[in-house]
């Protein structure tokens, strides 16, 4: 096997990125696209002009985009999970008696 070739995958443990955007906010900003496509189909079968669709989904995905770019930059790939959690820890556990602690 002295002439085998193998190739080194050097992407191993690393997040994905595409164009700045690190992990899970690649999947929001791909969901937010799919729900202001739906939110402009609605507002058109309404009736609401083209102009005005077009231009709340403009305004909606501008403010789409800079939100989750700033996630992503605030939090990384996995700081907005951990932010999250730590908020769900109580500060403080009482008990009223010592009966928890026996059996």
Request: aromatic fraction near 12%.
């Amino acid at each position: 096997m002295a002439g085998s070739v193998y190739r080194i995958n050097k992407g191993i443990n690393r997040p994905i990125v595409l164009k700045g955007l690190k992990a899970q906010y690649i999947w929001w900003l791909g969901g937010g696209i799919v729900v202001l496509l739906l939110l402009f189909a609605i507002l058109y079968l309404v009736g609401v002009g083209i102009y005005i669709c077009v231009g709340i989904v403009l305004a909606l995905g501008g403010a789409l985009v800079w939100v989750v770019y700033r996630l992503s930059n605030k939090y990384g790939q996995d700081g907005m999970m951990k932010a999250l959690a730590k908020k769900r820890v109580p500060a403080v556990i009482k008990a009223g008696g010592r009966k928890a602690f026996f059996k």
